[in-house]
């Protein structure tokens, strides 16, 4: 159980410190289209070890039996329907952006 | 029964897009029952036949929603090279994500980082495959689709050069494999 435990932590620690990196990178790099790479660093690494990290705990915490692998499906769902909506949601904004017609920040405008 | 053909008329002119076929139904049906029970976890049989209730009219009404293509063979072939791909794709997204990391926590952000617009061609065809490539484009760190066409040409906004260089790449070649392209 303990093995269990550390796994568990591990990985949620490391998908805690990619949503702190998202998060600081959203303040460090210069403009919204530059901000949504590490935004989207949130919906594929994050979620994916943080949830996998709760999936797992439902999972074996306790014995695997029926209630405890329903658990387990329910986070994967999750992640499952994070992956297919989050990129189009990530789109969408992007494209509203340019639709709006936000010029990209480049580096060549500074030098 | 006349009833129902003028009801018919007055929606749509081709019958046969109103008619339901079984095996869109059948699989519609089995989708959305094994959500159920996944989500209610009560295996009584109220609870299964309330769920029973549910998907029948559910699928009754939208399984030309999700199920669209008209050929069934290609399915079980097309799953399994989706989940070959994804094995892959997630390790893509593992070595991206170090690399974005890197550029947020380097000293200079302003200098490491070159956003810059990439448009090519794809030389997919089918519309999955475009939309499966441009969906794990966005997955990746780093990359982002702008905008797509039906045919193929994509706008995709990258973060720096190394991002930016290694499109479109492998991605495409694979991800047009799952489609048989």
């Known amino acids: ?13 490391v998908g805690l410190f990619i949503f702190l990196t998202a998060a600081v990178g959203m303040i460090r790099f210069p403009d919204f289209y530059s901000r949504l790479h590490p935004a989207g660093m949130i919906d594929c690494m994050g979620v994916l070890l943080t949830m996998g990290g709760l999936a797992l705990f439902a ?6 039996s029926l209630a405890s692998f329903l658990n387990f499906a329910k986070i994967v769902l ?11 949601a990530t789109h969408a904004i992007i494209d509203a952006g340019m639709r709006a017609g936000l010029q990209p920040w480049t580096k060549k405008k500074d030098m | ?48 036949g309330l769920g029973v209730i549910s998907c029948l009219i559910v699928a009754a009404m939208s399984s030309d ?7 069934f063979s290609t399915i079980p072939g097309l799953w399994g090279r ?33 956003p810059q617009m990439v ?29 797509l066409s039906v045919y ?11 991002t930016a260089g290694g499109l479109p790449g492998d991605m495409e070649t694979k991800s047009g494999h799952i489609f048989g392209e």
């Open chain 2, 1 to 48: 029964m006349s009833d129902k053909n003028e009801k018919n008329r007055s929606v749509s002119v081709d019958k046969d897009e109103r008619r339901l076929k079984p095996i869109p139904f059948a699989i519609t049906f089995l989708v959305m029952f094994a959500l159920w029970l996944v989500l209610s976890g009560k295996f009584d049989a109220f609870h299964m």
């Open chain 1, 1 to 13: 159980m303990i093995v269990l435990t550390v796994i568990v932590g591990l990985l949620m620690a």
């Open chain 2, 82 to 114: 989706f989940l070959m791909y994804f094995p892959w794709l997630l390790w893509q997204i593992v070595l991206s994500n170090i690399h974005v990391l890197k550029l947020v926590y380097s000293r200079d952000p302003l200098t490491r980082i070159n």
């Open chain 2, 119 to 147: 448009y090519f061609k794809s030389r997919l065809k089918n519309d999955m495959a475009l939309v499966t490539f441009a969906n794990s484009i966005t997955l990746t760190p780093g990359t982002i689709t702008v905008a």
């Open chain 2, 65 to 71: 929603l999700l199920i669209t293509n008209t050929t």
């Open chain 2, 152 to 162: 193929g040409d994509y706008a995709v906004h990258a973060i720096d050069d190394t």
């Open chain 1, 59 to 64: 999972l074996f915490d306790g014995g695997i």
């Open chain 1, 78 to 88: 999750i992640v499952v329907f994070i992956y297919i909506t989050s990129p189009t």
